[in-house]
């Protein structure tokens, strides 16, 4: 296990900037996930860490040693790419063992790692079997099986569940969380899969223009966003927005009508009312009542997606359980209740309490 630290990175292609003057601390053991919306610098990130992208300016280190000027294959880790990258007149076995052959390491030792890899990816009956006769769950498993066999002290992961259907990759997710359980090896792990990042990691870093928003636990991101950004990027379906104005410990949504802030929000001026949608309820007892109409019911079974419009014009979505009778075109009451919504400034950062 390794820890991962980047002091002040940068990278810039051409005169165009990535990434800027990054911090980041990724602790030995730790599942840390980088998310964001594309185009945020997120794969630049960790193809830099690898080693496979080089530095405009800043320190990489990995454990106590900086490693800026080391090449890919000295940094002690293995990358798993969103392409499988299998050698096609391979068998898997040989797929698993040709990195190891190169480091021209002990016959009797490859074997041991190659068997190892096996037994934690369950794929000890594939091992004769040609990439070509692979379902894309069980390439997958082989090219993560390659990362396994060397080892290593680290492992990158670049959207490597991207190719595969929904069913697999919520099953490669579950085998992906039992594997870092299993290995307790430091794993750093992009996506722009959100409800990835909330299952997998230990912690998630939330990245947007090639900076960070925030960084916590996925508990601390979801009940605690430190801005607007990252309340509406994390959650699925995602946050309610509502425009207010702030003035004497009241908030007025102009057509609705007005909430009590919470206490320790003492700002006047415009403000944002965030509202996750299994926050708003049907019915009248709450803080603040807004009458609607139901333009959309979308039923998913054990849970319902009901958008209603407000008022003012204005659309929000409501979870609800999956039993509902709501219909489209019925006319609603939605109660919202202040202790559970969220208040952002005129600049989009967090108002209140940060946990």
Same mark, same amino acid.
């Given at each position: ?45 960790? +193809?830099?860490?690898?080693? !496979? ?7 990489? =280190? %990995? #454990?106590?040693? *900086? &490693? ?60 004769? +079997?040609?990439?070509?006769? !692979? ?7 082989? =090219? %993560? #099986?390659?990362? *396994? &066999? ?60 090639? +900076? ?144």
């Amino acid at each position: 296990m390794a820890s991962v630290t980047l002091s002040d990175v940068k990278k810039t292609y051409g005169n165009v900037p990535i990434i800027h003057g990054l911090d980041l601390e990724v602790q030995s053991g730790e599942f840390l996930v980088l998310v964001g919306p594309s185009g945020c610098g997120k794969s630049t990130l960790l +193809r830099m860490i690898a080693g !496979l992208e080089d530095i405009n300016d800043g320190v990489i =280190a %990995i #454990g106590d040693k *900086i &490693v800026n000027d080391l090449p890919a294959s000295q940094r002690n880790l293995s990358m798993v790419f969103q392409s499988y990258a299998l050698y096609p007149h391979m068998s898997v076995r040989k797929n698993l063992a040709f990195g190891l052959s190169n480091l021209k390491m002990p016959k009797p030792e490859i074997e041991r790692r190659v068997a190892d890899a096996a037994r934690i990816l369950q794929i000890e009956p594939l091992m004769e +079997r040609k990439p070509r006769q !692979l379902s894309g769950g069980q390439k997958q498993r082989v =090219a %993560i #099986g390659r990362a *396994i &066999v060397r080892e290593p002290q680290l492992f990158l992961f670049d959207e490597p569940l991207s190719n595969l259907d929904a069913e697999l990759r919520v099953q490669m997710r579950v085998e992906l969380a039992g594997l870092y359980q299993r290995l307790g090896t430091t794993m750093i792990y992009v996506t722009h899969d959100q409800t990835e990042a909330m299952t997998m990691a230990t912690r998630i870093v939330v990245l947007n223009k090639g +900076r960070i928003e925030q960084v916590g636990t996925p508990y601390e991101l979801y009940n605690f966003p430190r801005n607007k950004f990252v309340a509406t990027f994390i959650g699925s379906p995602k946050m309610n927005m509502l425009d207010a104005q702030a003035a004497g410990g009241k908030a007025e949504i102009a057509g609705l009508g007005s909430l009590t802030l919470p206490r320790g929000i003492t700002t006047n001026g415009p403000i944002s009312i965030g509202i996750r949608p299994e926050q708003l309820s049907l019915g009248t007892s709450g803080d603040l009542t807004l009458p609607g109409k139901v333009t959309l019911v979308e039923y998913l079974g054990s849970e319902v997606f009901i958008y209603v419009r407000l008022a003012n014009e204005q659309t929000v979505l409501v979870q609800g359980a999956g039993d509902a009778k709501t219909r489209n075109g019925e006319d609603v009451t939605l109660t919202i209740n202040a202790a559970g919504a969220h208040y952002f400034d005129a600049e989009g950062q967090r108002l209140g309490d940060m946990k």
